[in-house]
């Protein structure tokens, strides 16, 4: 086992000035389980790559332990990948493939069959290691992925949305079932997800990037609690965090008739960052019209508009933007209704409307 650093690492594709990924600066220790989050674009599977060896590094380098492996070729970095697509071959058994890479690699006979059998066990795959991966389900060809990985006994595991050809509720069974595994097997792993749901749910800390830049590395519940930005702010979080721009008067955010304290440095105009669990009922304050309600069992979800038009949205290009609200399920309010809520003040975030930066 081993640590992964990323020291300053570049990465420009050609025909490209902006770099895919920038002087990403980044330690996952031994054993840790990481996961690398942000939307489409922003260089996460490209930072895997990198430290895969399957794309250059431009500027920077990356060590797995002690060693250096910025030049290193992909086979000799012992590292182990699973991918998006399960890549099992087709007219191989389960155990064929994955004591494949194994075979190649010249372990003998018995030292394969021990292994495939210890990661079978592992798996639950052992009623399936004379079959086919036609006659496996999607979930059990993910599981033989795994298991390829596992034989090979590496330093590092790296995983690249492997859960995303899956369906709902399978993909939330195989989470749990991956963060198990790689707990019990203690292995540094660095998995890549656009699902912040998933990140959340798996990793031991969580690295949320932007257009190549590396925004926060934290743990799941400070990401949540103590984002850095607006934009961490935004993407962490389900249902996302509510992030109104509000005029500054006297010391006080105006949403509407709710007043928010703000830091005399806030200026004229401030982000409030509210999350859709903060709000509260009341009888003034901030005027939500109502358009759509989620009726969850557990929970109920308002989504609506600003009934107040000083009151916009962060982002002005998110057109679809909505205020969303978490209400008592047993009475939820009807689409067209205008609902007043309060908010629970501790746990209000405030952001500078231009920069996006918190505001301590």
């Known amino acids: 086992m081993a640590s992964v650093v990323f020291e300053a690492a570049t990465r420009i594709y050609p025909g490209t000035t902006a770099p895919a990924v920038d002087k990403l600066n980044l330690t996952v220790n031994d054993g840790e389980f990481l996961v690398l989050v942000g939307p489409s674009g922003c260089g996460k599977s490209t930072s895997l790559r990198m430290l895969a060896g399957l794309e250059e590094i431009d500027n920077g380098r990356i060590l797995i332990g002690d060693r250096d492996v910025t030049n290193v070729a992909p086979k000799d970095r012992d590292i182990a990948m699973v991918f998006q697509s399960y890549a099992l071959y087709p007219h191989m058994t389960v155990a064929e493939n994955m004591g494949f890479a194994l075979k190649i690699a010249g372990t003998p006979k018995e030292e394969r069959s021990r292994r495939v059998l210890e990661a079978a066990k592992l798996l639950d795959l052992e009623p399936y290691l004379e079959r086919k ?16 990985a596992i034989v090979r006994e590496p330093q590092v595991f790296l995983m690249d949305e492997p859960l995303s050809n899956l369906d709902a509720k399978l993909r939330v069974a195989t989470r749990t079932q991956i963060a198990a595994l790689q707990r019990r097997l203690g292995i540094t792993t660095v998995y890549v997800t656009h699902d912040q749901v998933e990140a959340m749910t798996m990793g031991d800390r969580v690295a949320v990037l932007k257009d190549g830049l590396l925004q926060q590395v934290d743990t799941p519940r400070n990401l949540y609690e103590n984002p ?21 008067s006297g010391g006080k955010a105006m949403l509407g008739d709710l007043a928010v304290a703000v830091p005399a440095s806030a200026g004229a105009t401030v982000t409030v960052g509210i999350r859709p669990e903060g709000f509260i009922p009341a009888t003034s304050g901030f005027h939500v019209l109502v358009e759509v309600v989620e009726e969850l069992g557990a929970d109920a979800f308002v989504y609506g508009k600003p009934a107040d038009t000083s009151v916009k949205f962060a982002n002005a290009s998110d057109e679809g933007a909505q205020v969303i609200v978490r209400w008592d399920p047993k009475s939820p ?11 629970n003040p501790a746990i209000i975030h405030l952001f500078n409307a231009t920069t996006g930066e918190r505001i301590k």
Request: proline share 10%.
């Open 333 to 343: 309010p009807k689409p067209g209704q205008t609902i007043t809520v309060g908010v």
């Open 133 to 148: 991966p036609k006659a496996l389900s999607g979930g059990q060809r993910q599981r033989v992925a795994m298991g390829r």
């Open 228 to 248: 850095v930005n607006a934009f961490v702010a935004g993407f962490i979080g389900s249902p996302a965090m509510n992030l109104l721009n509000a005029p500054v």
